[in-house]
């Protein structure tokens, strides 16, 4: 139990850490199990144990106020969202995504995500070099636009909206600074955009309007929480399935296994691409009173970092191989890519739905992936991914037309 509460100077948020955090989430696993950022004055948690059991406990460890390093972003930009409150508001506004977003729903999606994706795959992989973020985005933004009902929306708009948004939620930094214009504006142009009058009835977002108007919730609750699909639900799975797909190019073998039996490998694939390159690398929580933190006491009100992306990398629970991509690794979906506890991503079953059909339709086209030249990585306070990453391909021969 250490005497005195571990603290360490590494600048968490500056490009170079940024560039490559897996040192320096091994330098703070090394120094306890909360330890205290000189720089932010807040504690991040590295460890996967630790982490879970956090996650299961929102009674001491709050999002509201808390899930975001600064005031200005938990107080204004994030407020009313469902990342961002807790109790029963939480459960009021969950239960209204839970219902459009529950494996059941999802079962009346599949054909339709199963068809856009052998579409785009056949289109991006038909010269035989291809960029996976392109791909990716493609994917998920038409997927996301339609069931909210705006299939129109402008896709650049969107995703460097999502991106600005999530580096809202770091500290007052020049990159913060940067980005605050474009996230207040994602907020402004949800509420221009997302009217009764322009979205389909039977959408997402019609749906959130009917609950509205069947008292469930406030109107006021209504654009707050249409955010979570825009800001959660994009560009986190854009940059998931991208690395996934750059991990199995750098990986033959491994694209061979996934080739054998798409139905069988393409889940855990998605789940070991998470695990290492978690695409949200942390959020933050709020000590509603004193805790301890096995052996580290702190105080009500102090604010936590919790690095999604080191306890991915934890070898008290991966193992020695924990750096290593492996498809194979059992129990790769206790990752903690997709948070835990009551705010555990409500997402996951369509994140799942779409990268299958993706690696399913690729699996098909592609005998080969390898990659081409080295991938542009994304810079931001939260999300870890890349912008561009080409690939080449080679193509299966294409299967006789049925009946000639
Ligand atoms: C690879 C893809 C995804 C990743 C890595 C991811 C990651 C996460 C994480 C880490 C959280 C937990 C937040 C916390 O700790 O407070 C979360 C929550 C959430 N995610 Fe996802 N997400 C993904 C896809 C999606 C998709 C496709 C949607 C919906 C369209 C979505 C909607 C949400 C929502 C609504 C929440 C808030 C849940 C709550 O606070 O109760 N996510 N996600």
């Not at 460890?47 to 200005?72: C, K, M, V, W």
């Not at 009346?108 to 056949?122: I, Q």
């Amino acid at each position: 139990m250490p005497a005195i509460a571990p603290s360490s100077p590494i600048p968490l948020f500056d490009d170079q850490v940024l560039t490559d955090p897996y040192p320096s989430y091994r330098s703070l696993r090394e120094l306890g199990p909360a330890v205290r950022l000189e720089e932010y004055g807040v504690w991040a948690v590295p460890h996967h144990a630790q982490l879970a059991a956090i996650l299961r406990n929102p009674d001491l460890y709050g999002s509201e106020d808390g899930i975001a390093l600064t005031d200005l972003a938990n107080e204004q930009l994030l407020a009313g969202t469902v990342l961002a409150s807790d109790g029963a508001q939480h459960v009021k506004l969950r239960r209204v995504l839970s219902k459009q977003l529950a494996p059941r729903a999802m079962k009346g999606l599949a054909d339709r995500v199963t068809a856009r994706a052998e579409r785009l795959v056949r289109a991006h992989v038909e010269s035989g070099r291809f960029d996976a973020v392109a791909l990716s985005q493609h994917m998920v933004c038409d997927t996301v636009m339609e069931l909210m009902g705006l299939p129109q929306a402008d896709r650049e708009l969107l995703l460097d909206g999502a991106a600005a948004t999530f580096n809202v939620f770091g500290p007052d930094n020049s990159r913060y600074q940067q980005a605050l214009p474009l996230a207040s504006r994602m907020v402004e142009l949800l509420h221009e955009t997302l009217t009764r009058e322009a979205v389909d009835r039977d959408s997402w977002m019609g749906a959130i309007f009917e609950a509205v108007d069947a008292g469930q919730i406030e109107e006021s609750d209504a654009i707050p929480l249409a955010s979570a699909y825009t800001a959660a639900g994009i560009d986190t799975t854009v940059l998931g399935l991208a690395d996934c797909l750059v991990q199995l190019s750098r990986h033959p073998e491994q694209w061979q296994t996934l080739r054998g039996d798409p139905e069988r490998w393409a889940t855990p694939a998605f789940h070991e691409a998470l695990r290492l390159e978690a695409p949200i690398q942390a959020f933050g929580r709020l000590t509603t009173g004193p805790t301890d933190i096995t052996g580290v006491h702190l105080e009500k009100g102090e604010q936590l970092w919790l690095l999604y992306g080191s306890a991915g990398r934890d070898e008290a629970q991966w193992g020695p191989e924990a750096d290593t991509f492996d498809i194979r690794r059992p129990g790769n979906d206790q990752h903690l890519a997709f948070g835990g506890g009551p705010h555990l991503c409500a997402g996951i079953p369509l994140a799942e739905l779409q990268v299958r059909a993706v690696l399913h339709a690729l699996a098909t086209h592609c005998t080969t992936l390898t990659p081409d030249g080295d991938p542009t990585r994304v810079l931001n306070h939260l999300l870890r991914g890349y912008s561009s990453a080409p690939l080449t391909a080679e193509l299966a021969p294409a299967a006789p037309e049925s009946g000639a």
